[in-house]
């Protein structure tokens, strides 16, 4: 099955600065790339997604980028602010052979922490 | 709308005993899907559903069951309750179960088994 790898575990920056947290998959039917913003004790929310037909896309301070042929897609976020301080989970989603649906597999998460 | 309810929010259960986590969705959704969320670590899927009467396993289903009787309602039910299924569960439904298909997650039970 899919195997997401999420670096680094936990990523301090001050203010201001940028934040870049990298995922690797294996599976190269993926096709789907979700990231989801969990605030301390508050469910999974999305924040940017990326279709595998697309290198780039950006919203606001948060951009994703997308390597196919390495199996690799990044989370930037720009001119950080004390409010993005929350874990953040990477995810690819491989369609079942046969089927119009698939799973998502998660990455382990990455705390960011913004210090004012 | 409510968006995808959970209950309950706390659970204590003995070694053995069993219980039903309920979860609803009033967003007419065909896709639920069951998580489990480990201290430090990311959500890993226990069972999901692509519409009423039917569901599948995910990557840990072992201890676990569910149905889905109605498109709103995925109970997940825990038999003989082990310590190793202390953890916080989450829900979540999608409108589809392919790409661009945003899952929105409940608030979680977290449920300790001593």
């Known amino acids: 099955g899919e195997n997401v790898e999420q670096h680094p575990s936990t990523l301090s920056v001050q203010e201001g600065d940028s934040a870049v947290i990298k995922c690797t998959y294996s599976d190269s039917a993926s096709n789907y790339f979700p990231w989801y913003k969990q605030e301390l004790g508050k469910r999974p929310q999305l924040i940017i997604d990326?279709?595998?037909?697309?290198g780039e896309k950006k919203d606001q301070r948060i951009a994703v980028t997308l390597n196919k042929t390495a199996k690799h897609f990044s989370l930037h976020i720009t001119e950080t602010q004390p409010e993005d301080s929350a874990v953040y989970f990477c995810a690819a989603l491989r369609v079942a052979g046969g089927t119009s649906y698939g799973k998502l597999t998660f990455g382990q998460g990455t705390i960011l922490t913004v210090h004012p | 709308n409510a968006g995808v309810t959970q209950t309950p929010k706390f659970r204590i259960l003995k070694i053995g005993q069993s219980m039903t986590l309920q979860c609803a969705q009033d967003?007419?959704?065909?896709?639920m899907y069951w998580y489990r969320q480990d201290p430090g670590m990311g959500l890993k899927l226990i069972y999901y559903?692509?519409?009423?009467?039917?569901?599948d396993k995910g990557e840990v289903p072992n201890g676990y069951n569910v149905s889905r009787s109605t498109t709103e309602d995925f109970p997940l039910r825990l038999e003989l309750a082990a310590p190793s299924q202390t953890s916080v569960y989450f829900c979540?439904?999608?409108?589809?179960?392919?790409?661009?298909?945003?899952?929105?997650f409940g608030p979680g039970t977290r449920l300790t088994v001593t």
């Open positions: 559903s692509v519409g009423a009467g039917i569901t």
């Open positions: 990326i279709r595998s037909n697309v």
């Open positions: 979540a439904s999608s409108s589809t179960g392919n790409w661009g298909s945003e899952q929105y």
């Open positions: 967003m007419n959704h065909n896709y």
